[in-house]
């Protein structure tokens, strides 16, 4: 990448921008996902200990705050595109996160912030008190502003670093720079979830704490050092004010009859270009025809942009609105990543020893397995796989984006069913070893056996989380670049909300009159296994709408620039 990424600079003709501000980007991200992730995978245990909260209250409480942390960079791209641009939003995302995690680590330090601490198992404990529980929440909600400010702006602002369409070898180099970018933040978060975990669980709740919260201001030093050397685009307009004039205006003009496209017909940005909108949802075209020469002024400007849109602004949403479908097809996998919580329960009461050792891998720690695979594959993808089969066929070869995301899907689903079986297996020996009454009991089966489905799922993210970014990436305008970067978090708040509507959902259906349901807070007598054969079904049945929604997509971008090129030496022979 280093190579690609030089030789991108090299002819870059920017002052700003380029290979020298990647380290400070790369870093701001990397030590906000260890403070902000490193929060996440002990959080239920946290919730439970100190707090006095039960199994499916606190899962539900870790879903929802997963969902805000998600929806915020909607809010954070609509801010950055719209009003403060990239370089602003980071910043402020990264001070709100900042003070979220201050908060949060008040609570480890005065006790008053929380109920007093009792055994769930053999006492009635009290629960928080309303000011307790606001305290808790406020913390929580800064956090997920922070992240809504960083993420969706820090990889866009990124690629707007070493963007440069004039350089040959452009989409080969922002292709490895999304799996470099995205292998270095599984990095961040591998250490999130051994070294912050291994902390809080043999520090404490204040030392476990309180490193994150160092680690949040080291990201916002590095961030604003490089300040004088970043390209920081200028905002232009509202994007989603624009995407709101050409529904209104379409609507306006929905009785005009679109006749042939001659070139007068439409509006346009540039009052030199020529381009006529696409065929595709036609009736958005109205929204850019002139009806009337004088809603134009002298300069080229609609008068009344709320009369008049330009043909620029119909294709921007309808990019948007093309890709709906294929964003959806996502959600089922996403609602299978979210399930954090009830893993770390299943190994507090497996063997987590090393061999004969001493040592115990945290229980929250488990997930390192599934992060470690991403880097692994960006490396192997992008150093062996790419290079070999561009030397054995003579010539660039570059995977399907469609295609790696369907494959990760599919071993989204095979990750679902290992995880059923394991569970299975695991619950029927802790009943036959006698541990049915008591959740707290370690059985005599090895967490490793856990090891597999987290590297599936670490399988199945590495090739649909990265295919993912780059298909929104590429597919939509350069405009709405934010946007773009905070489709799949949207997924990810859309599938943390349905994830707790499916949770919920079980608990009521398989709770009896006197008897647990499959969520149980005693793991156990619960049915965890039977919910994830609930999820396994739900993402085949997704699997298959994601083939019809590739087949209605058509070809992306870069196959009918592919095709193109293939079809311009063939014309001229």
């Known amino acids: 990448m280093g190579e690609e990424l030089s030789q991108e600079t090299h002819h870059s003709t920017r002052k700003k921008g380029g290979l020298i501000t990647m380290p400070f980007i790369i870093a701001n991200e990397a030590f906000e996902r260890v403070a902000s992730y490193g ?14 909260i039960g199994v499916a209250k606190g899962t539900n409480i870790i879903f929802l705050w997963t969902a805000a942390t998600n929806f915020a960079p909607i809010l954070g791209a609509f801010l950055a595109d719209s009003y403060l641009g990239s370089f602003l939003t980071i910043g402020l995302g990264s001070l709100l996160s900042l003070l979220g995690m201050s908060l949060l680590w008040l609570t480890t330090m005065v006790p008053h912030l929380k ?48 963007d440069n369409t004039k ?43 309180g490193v994150p919260l160092i680690l949040a201001l080291l990201s916002i030093v590095m961030f604003f050092l490089a300040s004088p050397l970043y ?10 004010t624009s995407f709101v004039q050409v529904i209104v205006v379409a609507y306006k003009n929905r009785k005009l009859v679109d006749g042939p496209s001659n070139q007068w017909h439409y509006h346009h940005k540039d009052k030199d270009s020529d381009a006529v909108p696409t065929k595709k949802l036609r009736f958005l075209n109205k929204a850019c025809i002139i009806r009337d020469p004088k809603d134009i002024t002298p300069d080229g400007v609609a008068s009344n942009p709320w009369r008049l849109c330009t043909v620029e602004q119909v294709e921007e949403l309808k990019s948007l609105i093309r890709i709906l479908p294929l964003w959806s097809s996502g959600l089922v996998m996403a609602i299978n990543i979210s399930q954090s919580t009830l893993p770390v329960i299943q190994a507090k009461t497996m063997d987590r020893h090393l ?21 692994l594959w960006v490396l192997v993808y992008d150093r062996v796989i790419i290079p070999s089969a561009s030397k054995i066929t003579r010539k660039p070869v570059h995977l399907n984006v469609k295609l790696r995301i369907g494959t990760g899907f599919a071993f989204s689903t095979l990750a679902m069913a290992v995880s059923a079986i394991v569970e299975h297996v695991r619950r029927r020996k802790a009943i036959q070893q006698g ?17 597999p489905q987290y590297c599936l799922h670490g399988l199945a993210e590495a090739l649909s989380i990265i295919g993912q970014n780059e298909f929104y990436y590429s597919e939509l305008p350069k405009t709405i670049s934010s946007i773009a970067a905070s489709l799949f978090l949207l997924g990810l708040a859309v599938a943390n909300l349905l994830a707790s509507v499916i949770l919920n959902m079980i608990e009521k259906l398989t709770r009896g009159s006197g008897k647990e349901g499959w969520i149980a807070t005693n793991i156990n007598q619960g049915h965890y296994d039977r919910y994830y054969w609930v999820l396994v079904v739900i993402s085949f049945i997704n699997l298959l709408y994601f083939l019809v929604c590739c087949w209605a997509y058509g070809p992306c971008v870069n196959e009918k620039v592919k095709d193109e090129c293939i079809q311009e030496p063939n014309e001229h022979m």
């Open 355 to 375: 061999g004969s050792s001493h040592f115990q891998i945290p229980a929250a720690s488990f997930s390192f397995f599934a992060f470690i695979i991403l880097p």
């Open 231 to 240: 390209v920081k685009t200028k905002v232009e307009k509202s994007i989603f």
């Open 435 to 451: 541990f049915r009454d008591n959740a707290h009991a370690v059985i005599n089966m090895s967490a490793m056996w856990l090891v």
């Open 115 to 162: 109920p007093p601490h009792c055994n769930q198992s053999t006492e009635t404990c009290k629960p928080p008190s309303t000011s307790q529980f606001a305290f808790l929440i406020v913390a929580f909600m800064f956090i997920s502003l922070g992240a809504g400010g960083v993420k969706p702006c820090s990889l866009a602002f990124g690629a707007e670093q070493i």
């Open 39 to 52: 929060l996440v995978p002990n959080m239920i245990l946290y919730l439970m200990s100190d707090y006095n």
């Open 167 to 209: 350089n040959p070898n452009n989409k080969r180099t922002l292709e490895s720079f999304f799996g470099w970018y995205y292998a270095s933040a599984m990095i961040a978060v591998l250490v999130a979830y051994t070294v912050i975990v291994y902390i809080q669980d043999h520090a404490g709740w204040r030392v476990g704490f």
